[in-house]
């Protein structure tokens, strides 16, 4: 079973699968960059720590290591290190293997991709164009037919006329064939229009669609067929260092069992053991005769009394929250819920450090440029270039300010996880109605359920905004449990009113009868906005 055959009318489903397919596999590279990152920070910690318990050079304890308990000890830190050093061998390879790998043949896919569609678009193009050439045949073949129809019965008319002459009816009739010979050749211009499009059309649906579809198909069986391979090198790359791990983990047994207390008890002994005979009694010596006594007098001292336990002071955390009403549009997409912000402010960053690197390319070569000129005056005025070379660094200036202030607001954008977008691409008259579950799809950051990807602090909004009239309605053609704050349950098949549309986030706010609202996933239902 191929996508061209069974799937011939169904583009915009092929269109948003693979895209989704796509998207899994970014998110994967994402997954296992984390991942090394991880990695490697264990590592360096692990360094951190074993250098930190090193002893060091002509310490005491370097002089301890003559005991097999201290010796063992820097044996495990040895083994720790090379430990570590695997942890890290662990991160370079699944970078170099899955992450650097996947992210080229990321690239190819979506050029692949985009070659494809773009086909297939060129294919309905075409095919339009021939039915309004066949569209335009059929209503001039009409035309002249009805021309030609009225000059036969004015014809008809003049011949039975008395009063007409005989060049009267000898032009008529001239008129009337020559509109009759009009009609024929437009006859059969249609006919002919017709059977190109007839045959346009059965190879734009039998082989040209299939073919882009099988194509597409082809591509993302190879995508799932890479994704697989990935996933058991993830487990692989772990899995060959594992020996080597595992003669760390010997090295830290061994290093256990060579401890030897007896061993260390007679080190001890023979590095301090001084070789004299222990004291004998003390005579008894007699003082009694002549000699006083003397006393001592003891005092005792104020004993102090017990300190005062200081209690920690104690900051509770608290977060602020501010109920506001959603705002217009502003430049900082502060009106936007807080991940679809992060994502517009990093787009917008984005778009303006590659506007910023031109400038900044430019006027490199406009430096390098003037430099020529001034040691070869025969190529060119230096001086034409200082108007460039102003624009340019205004340019430069002014999206460097900008990079500022995108980046300030970055810094203070909080998000949650992304919300689910998805591709409104569509190839047929009729794509409104291949409706796209969004369960295949998935974020960046965040749990493939749609009804994750909701804001909490919509909800204070609904609380204390007056009901707003709605803007059109839709019925649903899911069930969603609304299960998150924010959304909205629905079955299918019920009808809501919808109060607020889709920002470009893939959430719709709707309400029902009852005064309840809501957000719910847009491409959930089928939505029809008021004229």
Known sequence: MDWGTEL????????????SGLDLVEKYVKF??????????????????????????GSKEELECRFSNHQSFLDILNEMNDYAGQRELIAENMMMNICIELTKYLQELKLERKTHLSDAKKAQQSLESTYKQLDNSKKRFEREWREAEKAAQYAE????????????VEKAKQQAHMRTHIAEECKNDYAAQLQKYNKEQNQFYFTD??????????????????????????????????????????????AGTNVNEKNDSLVLIEQHKSGFERPGDLE?????????????????????????????NKSKPFWLFSKK?????????????PEQRRKRLQQKIDDISKELQKELDQSEALGKMKDVYEKNPQMGDPASLAPQIT???????????????????????????????YSTHSLNNNSGNNVYSPDGAHSDESTPDASQAIYAEFDDDFEEEELSSPIGQCTALYNFPGSSEGTISMQE???????????????????????????????????????
Not at 289 to 307: E, M, V
Request: hydrophobic share 30%.
């Open 493 to 531: 098949g019920e009808v809501l009113a919808v109060v607020e549309e889709d920002k470009g986030d893939g959430w719709t706010r709707v309400r029902r009868n009852n005064g309840d609202e809501g957000y719910i996933p847009t491409s959930y239902a089928t939505i029809t906005l008021n004229k």
């Open 391 to 421: 624009q340019t660094t205004h340019n430069i200036e002014r999206l460097r300010g900008e990079l500022s202030k995108y980046e300030s607001w970055l810094a203070g954008a909080g998000g949650r996880g992304e919300t689910l977008r």
């Open 284 to 312: 008894f010596e007699d003082y009694s005769q002549g000699i006083n006594r003397a006393s001592s007098d003891s005092s005792l001292g104020t004993p102090k009394g017990p300190l005062d336990l200081l209690g920690k």
């Open 157 to 168: 008319k003049t011949d039975q006329d008395i009063n007409a002459t005989k060049a009267d």
């Open 32 to 57: 296992v960059k984390e991942r090394t990152e991880i990695e490697q920070n264990y590592a360096k910690q692990l360094r951190n720590l074993t250098k930190k318990y090193s002893p060091k050079r």
């Open 8 to 19: 011939w009318d169904q583009y915009d489903v092929i269109d948003k699968h693979t895209q």
């Open 209 to 254: 669609m299939p073919l882009i579809f099988n194509k597409l198909q082809d591509m993302d069986e190879g995508r799932v067929r890479k994704l697989a391979q990935t996933y058991i090198l993830f487990a692989d790359t772990e899995r060959h260092v594992m020996p080597i791990i595992g003669k760390c983990l010997e090295g830290i047994t061994r």
């Open 325 to 337: 009403s959603k705002p217009a549009a502003t430049e900082d997409f502060g009106h936007l819920p």
